[in-house]
């Protein structure tokens, strides 16, 4: 996941430093903190719930969504990124400036 963060940063010609928040797919912890590592980011910037919920598959990232924006934890204007992937077969990642 770091690498593909990684290639998303670089097409928004952004750095790993701009980033407000990642929203890793929650598949388990060890992935999530390899990929903050890899970003160099703190993992206080890491929005985890791996451990409330397990691996919740495609839902993973949208549920992280909601209780960041409930938790109040994200901020008109934060540049956040969005990684996942599926059964290590495909993977994505896209960074956006949150706007609601």
């Known amino acids: 996941m770091g690498k593909t963060a990684k290639r998303a940063l670089a097409k928004a010609n952004m750095k790993p430093e701009e980033l407000d928040m990642l929203f890793p797919h929650q598949a388990n912890y060890r992935i ?3 990929a903050a590592k890899r970003l160099k980011m703190p993992m206080d ?18 549920i992280a969504l909601c209780e960041a924006q409930k938790a109040g934890a994200l901020k008109k204007g934060d540049n956040i990124i969005l990684d996942g992937f599926g ?12 706007s609601k």
């Open 87 to 98: 059964a290590g077969l495909t993977w994505a990642a896209i960074v956006l400036k949150w």
């Open 45 to 62: 910037k890491v929005w985890v719930n791996v451990d409330k919920y397990a691996n919740t598959s495609a839902a993973s990232i949208p």
């Open 32 to 34: 999530i903190t390899s």
